[in-house]
C-alpha cells in the first residue's frame, strides 16, 4: 500500500512536466517552422553590377570608362555610351556625323544633306549628300564630325566597322530583360570580361522606335559606286552587319586603341 501512494505521488509530480515540456516542444517546432519557411522566402542578393541571364547564369559586367576585353586588335571600349553617365543609361541620340541631340530626326534635319526629293506622299526620295558618300568620303572616325572624338576628345572615337565586327566575333553574346522591362546586350570578352549595351533603339522624327545598340563610323558601301549612300553601319540588336538610314539618331559607344 505504502508503495503504491509513492508511484501516485511521483505519477503526479510528473505529469505536469510532461505537459509543460510538450507545450514547449510545439511552440519551438511552430518557431523553427515559420523561421524556416522565411528563409525560403527571401531573394538571395546578387553582387554588385550583376544581372541575371535566363539560364541562371550571374554575369558581372564593368563599370569603368575603359573596359579591356581582350580583343586580338586590343580595341578599348567605353563602359557607357555618350552622354551617359553609368552603363545602364542610354545616353544621347545622334544622326550619323552630327555631334548635338536635336528636336527631330529626319532627311530634312540632315547636316550632310546637298538636295532631296518629296514624293507627293510626304517621303523624301534621291538624297544628294554634300561630302560624305561612296566616291567621297566613307568614313568619319576621328574627324570633327566624329560625336566620341568631339565630346571626350583623345584618344577616344567611334568604333570602325571593323572594330564592331570583332566585337561580335570575338565575344558571347547575352540578351537579357531587366524587372524594369528595358533590353540589354551584354558583350563578354576573351579575357571574361563583359560590357553591356542598353537597348536604345532608334529615333525617327520625334520617336524612339526598334531594337539597334550604337553606331559605327563608317558609311555602308551597300550602293557601290552611287553617289547616294544612305546608310551607315550600326550595331544591331543581334548582328553586326546591320545597316541604318544615317539621318536616324542612335545612341553611340567610344573606342580607343
Wanted: hydrophobic share 35%; charged share 20%; glycine share 8%.
Amino acid at each position: 500500500m505504502k508503495m503504491k501512494k509513492i508511484m501516485f505521488i511521483c505519477v503526479s509530480l510528473l505529469f505536469p512536466l510532461t505537459i509543460i515540456a510538450q507545450a514547449s516542444g510545439g511552440q519551438i517546432r511552430r518557431s523553427t517552422t515559420t523561421a524556416t519557411t522565411a528563409k525560403k522566402q527571401k531573394k538571395p542578393i546578387l553582387p554588385p553590377n550583376s544581372i541575371k541571364l535566363d539560364d541562371g547564369t550571374i554575369v558581372q559586367y564593368e563599370t569603368t570608362k575603359a573596359v579591356d576585353l581582350g580583343l586580338p586588335s586590343k580595341t578599348i571600349w567605353a563602359g557607357w555610351n555618350i552622354g551617359a553617365n553609368s552603363p545602364l543609361e542610354v545616353g544621347s541620340y545622334y544622326a550619323w556625323g552630327e555631334t548635338e541631340e536635336k528636336e527631330e530626326y529626319d532627311w530634312n534635319t540632315y547636316f550632310d544633306i546637298e538636295s532631296i526629293q518629296t514624293t507627293i506622299y510626304g517621303e523624301y526620295v534621291n538624297p544628294k549628300f554634300k561630302q560624305y558618300h561612296a566616291n567621297g568620303v566613307m568614313s568619319i572616325v576621328g574627324t570633327k564630325q566624329d560625336v566620341a572624338h568631339v565630346k571626350w576628345g583623345e584618344p577616344w572615337q567611334m568604333p570602325s566597322k571593323k572594330q564592331v565586327e570583332e566585337l561580335m566575333n570575338c565575344c558571347k553574346l547575352s540578351t537579357v530583360m531587366l524587372p524594369n522591362n528595358k533590353w540589354v546586350a551584354i558583350f563578354t570578352g576573351p579575357n571574361g570580361k563583359s560590357l553591356i549595351f542598353p537597348n536604345g533603339g532608334e529615333k525617327y522624327k520625334k520617336e524612339i522606335r526598334d531594337y539597334n545598340l550604337i553606331w559605327s563610323g563608317e558609311l555602308s558601301n551597300w550602293e557601290g559606286s552611287s553617289q547616294n549612300s544612305y546608310f551607315a553601319y550600326h550595331l544591331g540588336w543581334n548582328r553586326v552587319f546591320s545597316e541604318g538610314f544615317r539621318f536616324l539618331g542612335m545612341n553611340v559607344r567610344a573606342v580607343m586603341k
